[in-house]
């Protein structure tokens, strides 16, 4: 497929205003590519790259490249060009950077380089592939959309469904069962303003602790075991207490969901920045692990010894967790049986405040009836914090002034529109120490698109947690609101933009 065809389907289905209209161009995008290119270009409508970094960044593509007159450049070639460019390190890396996107450019017509400069420049937001994708699928191969969805969400990626179902037709959906050691995505949390909301809304259900910790995923086939991130990706090596601990449960094959904690001598839990580091760090994990060791806490199970658990509702799961996986590796819990009963529910009340007092950031409440939305922010999984908090991207930052003078200080903070592109909501500077200022102000200028005198604007990568004290009207922002008195946190790089909170969850807090 030529990237010409990418490109004008981007064009168009960024100007559709119709749902349907997006679905048959997607469709008959699908159509006419190759299997093999497939999970390639529903990367690149997704504004996203296979190679996740490039090193690429403004003062690259700021150089203009006369355009090719013919369209010649197949999304092979360009995925190949981008493959040497994330390749280049060293001495002279910037230049030979350069010099090979100039080559790419310089074979590209002027909308493919329109297309490209957006890609690679962090632009190319439209949520393509997240509203419409899975529908343009299942009507290229003629499959029903709700088994696509539940492929992709048991294969973790939909480029790789796609592939198969374009090879093979719907028969392919067989494959995608979920299986020990083939990691799923997760599910997700929306958020409630207290527990007695969340009771209200969920009817019968288990308030149980938030840790502040790393999710993963833990996949125990006999003597191996495999640990995985939210984002899916593998870090067994990193984390030996993990594997020790789940080396010795009773069951043979399973698949669990929790979190990995580390906590001090007092039995309270270790700053998340802490933990973060120490399982991002690939170095010494023996001198790691002395110095902060982190342990396992499970609060859910996906498959035991044969069976796939997805489909049962919550409270049967936790039974079999709770016979599977002893108490200290299971998140506490509390369980309102009837919402009406006014013991019960004072009682979740008490559970939650203790979780504070123990220094954890809140409780999830699930609904018991609730069966594993594998990938889905579901309704049934509720969030409670004491502090309102967001997860929001970074669209740019001002110099400081003062003390902080040359640094990167005021964050520009977005939320995620419906059409996968963000709208601003505010700034703000405060929450940030020292160190944190030394780092973002190196990391933004790493992904900046413009510099201005201000300061830069960057391409939307950064998801950064803010605290905040409410939301407000305002005519200043596009979505017609902002934030009061918002705070820093904390970067969240375990979390992607695509992650990051919607429009519709700042509206929720208007008052």
């Not at 001598?265 to 973060?276: D, H, Y």
């Not at 407000?472 to 017609?480: A, F, K």
Request: hydrophobic residues 45%.
């Amino acid at each position: 497929m030529l990237l010409a065809d990418v490109a004008r389907a981007s064009r168009e289905i960024a100007e559709s205003s119709a749902r349907t209209e997006k679905v048959t161009l997607l469709a008959r995008l699908f159509r006419e590519a190759e299997p093999a290119e497939v999970p390639v270009v529903v990367t690149y409508l997704a504004g996203r790259l296979p190679q996740r970094r490039t090193g690429v960044g403004w003062s690259t593509l700021k150089e203009p490249v006369p355009p090719a007159a013919v369209p010649r450049l197949t999304v092979p070639d360009v995925d190949a060009a981008l493959d040497r460019i994330a390749a280049v390190n060293g001495k002279g890396a910037q230049a030979e950077r350069r010099h090979l996107v100039g080559e790419l450019m310089g074979a590209a017509t002027a909308e493919e380089q329109h297309f490209l400069l957006r890609l690679l420049g962090g632009e190319l937001r439209q949520g393509a592939l997240d509203a419409f994708a899975v529908e343009g699928l299942s009507s290229a191969v003629g499959a029903e959309p709700g088994e696509v969805r539940r492929a992709v969400m048991l294969g973790g990626s939909l480029g790789v469904v796609a592939r198969a179902l374009l090879e093979r037709g719907t028969a392919a959906l067989e494959d995608f069962r979920l299986e020990v050691g083939r990691p799923v995505l997760p599910m997700l949390a929306q958020t409630a303003r207290d527990v007695d909301e969340a009771v209200e809304r969920l009817g019968p259900c288990a308030v149980e602790e938030k840790l502040d910790g790393i999710r993963v995923q833990v996949h125990k086939d006999g003597g191996r075991v495999r640990i995985y991130t939210r984002t899916l990706d593998e870090i067994t090596d990193r984390l030996p207490e993990v594997v020790a601990a789940t080396e010795h449960l009773e069951a043979e094959r399973a698949v669990l969901d929790g979190e990995v904690i580390a906590l001090d001598e007092e039995g309270r839990p270790r700053p998340f920045q802490e933990v973060s580091s120490r399982v991002g760090s690939r170095l010494d994990v023996t001198a790691a692990q002395a110095s902060l060791p982190v342990s396992p806490v499970f609060f859910d199970l996906l498959f035991l010894d044969g069976a796939d658990l997805l489909d049962l509702p919550a409270h049967e799961r936790h039974a079999a967790l709770a016979r599977a996986v002893p108490a200290p590796l299971r998140v506490r819990r509390v369980t309102v049986s009837d919402p009406e009963d006014d013991q019960l529910r004072a009682a979740a009340r008490e559970f939650a405040d203790d979780v504070l007092v123990r220094g954890h950031e809140g409780v999830v409440v699930k609904g018991l009836d609730s069966t594993y939305g594998a990938g889905r922010r579901g309704a049934s999984w509720l969030k409670v914090k004491p502090v309102h908090t967001l997860d929001l991207v970074v669209l740019g930052a001002e110099w400081g002034h003062g003390r902080r003078t040359g640094k990167l200080s005021n964050l520009h903070l977005g939320a995620r529109r419906a059409d996968g592109s963000f709208a601003m909501l505010g700034k703000t500077f405060k929450g940030l120490t020292d160190t944190l200022l030394a780092w973002q102000t190196e990391r933004l200028q790493e992904i900046a698109v413009t510099r201005e005198r201000w300061g830069v604007t960057v391409r939307p990568e950064l998801v950064v947690e803010i605290a905040f004290d409410g939301v407000q009207r305002s005519t200043r922002y596009p979505e017609g609101v902002t934030l009061r008195f918002a705070r820093v946190l904390r970067y969240r790089d375990d979390k992607a933009p695509a992650e990051a909170d919607t429009v519709e969850a700042v509206r929720a807090h208007l008052r």
